[in-house]
């Protein structure tokens, strides 16, 4: 085996990850080959600062249909892009770089600011964050386990 083979992590289409650098241990994420920048469900979105020194803060609500447990999020914009979704509408969005782990392996990636209350998941990670060392497995779900169900069942609903 290469050296680079032994960095390769399977993933299921769909993991619990944590944002640790927003202090969100849990989120269930979409890892969609078919994305190219990983998305984030954000609410009030404020740009603060201006020039060099623009920076975004924003709220994440980790868990679905609950305001449980949200944080406000502040960082530097690193850009701005027009991002097509799954239906064809372009919108432009604010692109952040965010740490996150997926199993426990942490990368820090682009990540683009969206509305997804209407998606099934509240983030979604797209290949710019999987290339590092990530294979999907779309056949199996969870593979780096679930919150603790305690966890799930506190959220579920609220």
């Known amino acids: 085996m ?12 769909r993991e619990w990850i ?3 650098g927003a ?3 849990w989120i269930k994420a979409k890892l969609d080959t078919g994305a190219r920048t990983s998305s984030v469900h954000a609410y009030d979105v404020e740009l603060v600062g201006e020039g060099d020194d623009e920076r975004v803060r924003f709220r994440i609500r980790p868990w679905q249909e609950s ?5 406000v999020v502040e960082c530097p914009v690193h850009d701005r892009r027009s991002v097509r979704s799954s239906s064809g509408h372009v919108e432009e969005r604010l692109v952040v770089l965010m740490d ?4 426990g392996r942490p990368v820090t990636t682009e ?4 509305n997804r209350d209407t998606m099934g998941f509240r983030m979604l990670i797209g290949r710019q964050a999987l290339r590092h060392g990530f294979v999907v497995d779309s056949a199996r779900s969870f593979l780096g386990g679930r919150a603790p169900r305690e966890v799930r069942r506190a959220n579920r609903g609220r």
């Open 2 to 13: 290469t050296e680079s083979a032994h960095s390769i992590t399977i993933v299921g289409w």
């Open 111 to 114: 990540v683009t600011l969206s």
């Open 18 to 20: 944590a944002l640790p």
């Open 67 to 71: 305001a449980d447990d949200a944080v």
């Open 100 to 103: 996150i782990a997926i199993m």
């Open 23 to 25: 202090g969100i241990p």
